[in-house]
């Protein structure tokens, strides 16, 4: 095994720094290994005066471990010690190249340890009163989160945001928004709206993706869809 401690300095030491020219230790398959090919690096550990195989990159250069009784053989592992409580950079980060071949973020666990499952950021929801009726409007009040749609990774839809209603109120079957495209359930979905004025106000989100209201309530009060979730 080379020498390779005075070649690189870690740019934690240095702050930042332009990447290196080339690799310190490059691995090459000039094809794809068969499953009976040799492992491509092995890491053994005596144990009881037996050796153990403990960490390996096997001949597809996946990494593999295994716990081995005795000794340390039961430690974890893998473990990632996030720098301090402050930091943004997430442990462990999934990818998936999308149709224009750009890699986006699908989930991952973050610094604290939390599992993150989001598919997408927040996607505004601009269609609001989409057939004018003109009792309907994103309410925009200080403090009240923007009205926007989520997709998680286990097909469970969240919503957010509010809906002001004027003192007209509402109709059974008034559209009150629409959703952007890729949100809409297989099957309608019925939601117990909480609202402003204490009555909750039953929505139906349509196949169409429409978010229809099924009570006739007069007065001016918001709609609510904070923390609302349904499965698509």
Known sequence: MPDLSGTYTPRAYVGASTALTAPLL????????????????????????????????????????????GGFGYDHLITLIGSYAAATGVLIRFERRDGADLR???????????????????????????????RYSMDTSTGVAGLAVRQESDDRT?????????SSGTSWG???????????????Q????????????????????????????SGAFALSFDGLSYVR
């Open 158 to 166: 969240w919503l957010r945001g509010r809906i002001a209603v004027t």
């Open 174 to 188: 008034h559209v009150v928004a629409a959703l952007p495209g890729g949100h809409a359930p297989t099957h309608r």
């Open 104 to 134: 986006v973020t699908t989930g991952g666990i973050d610094q604290d340890g939390r599992l993150q499952t989001s598919l997408y950021a927040w996607q505004d929801i601009t269609a609001v009163d989409p057939d004018a009726t003109g």
């Open 26 to 69: 490059s691995a090459r398959l000039g094809d794809v290994p068969g499953g009976s090919a040799v492992n491509l690096a092995e890491a053994h550990i005596t144990i009881g005066g037996q050796l153990k195989l403990a960490t390996w990159l096997n001949e597809a250069l996946r990494y593999r471990a295994e716990q081995q009784p």
């Open 190 to 217: 019925l939601l117990s709206v909480p609202t402003t004025g204490g009555i909750a106000a039953p929505c139906e989100i349509m196949t169409t993706g429409d978010i229809v209201v099924r009570r006739t309530q």
